[in-house]
């Protein structure tokens, strides 16, 4: 009689087992792979907003530096000695101090762009720095916003911290405003990045908006230590705050300084494409646009003139009186020997240049357009961009005594002295709105290169 065979079905259902899970992985891994690509692709198309790609960089594991998230205000704050804020827009760099409630993303200029008086005795929206800063219908308004591109479509309203502080112990933000585009740092706001320890300390002085109850603004040192103004009548640099749209898209860039985010770009085919902070090469030497007109691009040299390749050049401001001309002033030597010295003269236009005074009842940097003289070569004036850059340096504005002219010294502030002084010279002059860009991206380290359209 022969035995039944048996059925070893462990083997069969062990096979049955394993196929039915590599099925499951084989699932699951592809839908991985699949939404990780749709995720993570880099799709021309799709856009990247800055807003997203700044998030990405949140600091989970120290609430004390990066980009920290505060629960109870649903706002990121920049802390600390951070590396990878940097946002280039209109020619100019910024860092990024954070994200807002809305979601805009707020950023503040990387150097101080003007000098001038900022009135903080009539309030801070009243004064003459957040008139120099954001348009409006004031008479002169608007310089700091007209510099910049596409501002309408690529900034919105700031948020600023307006409280008084009178002791520097208890830094509050409790008056929250979103009353202007454009506005300044606030005493708090360089709390919050960490002050002495922050990346907003990077060695330069700085002014703030934040004032105190008799009308006197804070500013911060070259040590990272604030102080505050003795007076009110004390020209002051600026160094605006803009809010990004939170819409705002990132085209290139990785927020380092050497690469730093890029958020609008247009193609430069003549001069007045270019962006206010760019740079143009002519003769061998530097300058840098200062503002663009309806049919001329006003630059300004990035560097005192030089006697020889080791020695600065040294003038005198000449003259019977410190109204600046050329004639008998140190713009005749501008109007003939240096004007005669550059390769793209035939495109260098005859210009207005601001050349009133200030008494001392009127600081407003708007007065100084009430006289003005014709020039082809001239020099910067209070409340023009970039008119604080520079040591020892003339500029047309005028002192009471009739004897004096100012000039921006090694803190960047005014200084007056007698117009027989010797000092540096940075000529800024006005050029052909059609210069063709030959080459260059308008950077320091390639500065644009330009010809005369036609040889005229």
């Known amino acids: 009689m022969h035995k039944k065979k048996v059925l070893k079905i462990t083997p069969v259902l062990i096979t049955l087992n394993l196929l039915v899970l590599f099925t499951i ?7 991985l792979v699949k939404y990780y690509l749709l995720e993570n692709s880099e799709d021309e198309n799709s856009a990247v907003l800055l807003a997203d790609e700044i998030i990405k960089k949140r600091s989970y594991l120290d609430d004390t ?28 760099m910024y860092r990024v101090l954070g994200i807002d409630e809305s979601g805009n993303i707020r950023a503040v200029s990387e150097d101080n762009v003007t000098l001038l008086y900022p009135g903080f005795d009539k309030g801070y929206k009243d004064s003459y720095a957040i008139k120099w800063l954001n348009d409006s219908s004031a008479k002169g308004s608007g310089v700091y916003k007209k510099a910049l591109v596409d501002p309408n479509n690529i900034i919105d309203f700031s948020t600023y911290c307006a409280d008084q502080i009178d002791d520097v112990s208890n830094i509050t933000c409790e008056n929250k405003t979103k009353d202007y585009e454009i506005t300044l740092l606030s005493l708090y706001d360089y709390k919050e990045s960490g002050g002495k320890d922050g990346f907003l300390n990077n060695g330069t002085t700085f002014n703030l908006g934040t004032l105190n109850k008799e009308k006197l ?4 040192t070259s040590e990272g230590e604030t102080a505050i103004h003795q007076k009110s009548s004390v020209p002051i640099t600026l160094k605006p705050v803009i809010t990004f749209n939170k819409d705002i898209e990132l085209i290139d860039g990785n927020g380092k300084k050497d690469n730093p985010y890029i ?63 050329t004639d008998n002033t140190v713009g005749k030597y501008l109007n003939t020997t240096f004007l005669n010295s550059l390769d ?20 407003d940097y708007v007065s100084l357009s009430k006289e003005t003289t014709k020039a082809k070569v001239g020099l910067l004036t209070m409340g023009d961009m970039f008119v604080n850059e520079g040591v020892n340096v003339f500029t047309t504005l005028r002192d009471v005594d009739v004897n004096l002219i100012n000039i921006i010294n090694e803190n960047e502030i005014f200084y007056a002295d007698t117009i027989e002084a010797e000092y540096n ?8 709105h059609d210069l063709t860009i030959l080459k260059g991206n308008g950077t320091i380290q390639s500065p644009y290169e330009v010809g005369v359209v036609n040889g005229k």
């Open 25 to 31: 992985a084989g699932f699951y891994t592809y839908r």
């Open 65 to 92: 530096k990066g980009l920290v998230y505060n629960e109870e205000t649903k706002t990121y704050t920049y802390k600390g000695k951070v590396e990878d804020n940097y946002i280039s827009y209109s020619g100019m």
């Open 217 to 220: 603004n804070y500013y911060v």
């Open 263 to 325: 958020v609008e770009e247009h193609e430069v085919k003549i001069l007045i494409d270019a962006n206010v902070g760019s740079y143009i090469k002519i003769n061998d030497n530097i300058y840098k646009v200062v503002e663009i007109l309806k049919d001329k691009v006003k630059v300004v040299s990035n560097e005192v003139l030089m006697k020889d390749k080791d020695n600065k050049l040294l003038l005198s401001f000449g003259g019977d009186d410190n109204k600046f001309t």
């Open 344 to 363: 793209i003269k035939a495109g260098v236009v005859e210009s207005e240049f601001n050349i009133g005074l200030l008494s001392e009842e009127d600081f």
């Open 425 to 432: 010279v940075k000529p800024a002059f006005c050029l052909k």
